[in-house]
Nanobody, 124 residues
Framework: QVQLVESGGGVVQAGGSLRLSCAAS????????MGWFRQAPGKEREFAAA????????NYADSVKGRFTISRDNAKNTVFLLMNSLKPEDTAVYYC?????????????????WGQGTQVTVSS
């Protein structure tokens, strides 16, 4: 079992930055692929970024590539999402998730553990 708790959300102006954190419980954190997803009002949850257990490999949605950076600190059981050049369309609830698969998947069904989410609001 892994419990995930996100933090770092808030309100920011367009062009600004935020860093989200996701703290995980459990001694096997380093064995999970970790991902960030987001869900805007009235829309389906969508993939944003994923990172391998070692942190060497990453995968990004086209909509965030070049602006968002995912990273992890296995010693602290934490995964991060640094979001730069934020746009109003980035407004959503952001969720971190853990996958037991080796691939850096983009599908919701590939992730078995989820946090409760943190709200990010980007004003224009």
């Amino acid at each position: 079992q892994v419990q995930l708790v996100e933090s770092g959300g808030g309100v920011v102006q367009a062009g600004g930055s935020l860093r989200l954190s996701c703290a995980a419980s459990g001694r096997t954190f380093s064995s999970y692929v970790m991902g960030w997803f987001r869900q805007a009002p009235g829309k389906e949850r969508e993939f944003a970024a994923a990172i391998s257990w070692s942190g060497v490999s990453t995968n990004y949605a086209d909509s965030v590539k070049g602006r968002f950076t995912i990273s992890r600190d296995n010693a602290k059981n934490t995964v991060f999402l640094l979001m730069n050049s934020l746009k109003p369309e980035d407004t959503a609830v952001y969720y971190c998730a853990a996958s037991v698969r080796r691939q850096l998947g983009r599908g919701i069904s590939e992730y078995v553990y989820w946090g409760q989410g943190t709200q990010v609001t980007v004003s224009s």
